[in-house]
């Protein structure tokens, strides 16, 4: 339901922007987020955008360098991604609730997951 895209390869500093476009169930009220998660490690919250207020949340290690927003027209929510470091890399996933307001950060609070994305940060 949760369609993502955008993932790649990119060098440290380098720049990418996911996309996140829901199909069939309109999610452009509800609260929205990302996650990510790399090999050998748990899942971890990185932002997060309210459905009404458009209010966002960041996980402090993004914070600055990841925007998160959305375009409720198009029902697409995106995660411009900045100064890439390797750590970044992981697979990154979309995710829904079933609310408005603005989640705390972390996943038992998401009811719709999209498939993931990778994104690895290499020279």
């Known amino acids: 339901q949760l369609q993502t895209s955008g993932g790649g390869l990119v060098q440290p500093g380098g720049s990418l922007r996911l996309s996140c476009a829901p199909s069939g169930r309109t999610f452009s009220s509800y609260a929205m987020g990302w996650f990510r998660q790399a090999p050998g490690k748990e899942r971890e919250f990185v932002a997060a955008?309210?459905?009404?207020?458009?209010?966002?949340t960041y996980a402090r290690s993004v914070y600055r360098r990841f925007t998160i927003s959305r375009d409720n027209a198009k029902y697409t929510i995106y995660l411009q991604m900045n100064s890439l470091r390797p750590e970044d890399t992981a697979v990154y996933y979309c995710?829904?609730?079933?609310?408005?307001?603005?989640?705390?950060?972390?996943?038992?609070?998401?009811?719709?997951w999209g498939q993931g994305t990778q994104v690895t940060v290499s020279s």
């Open positions: 995710a829904a609730t079933s609310g408005t307001a603005l989640p705390p950060g972390e996943a038992k609070y998401f009811d719709h």
């Open positions: 955008i309210a459905g009404g207020s458009g209010r966002t």
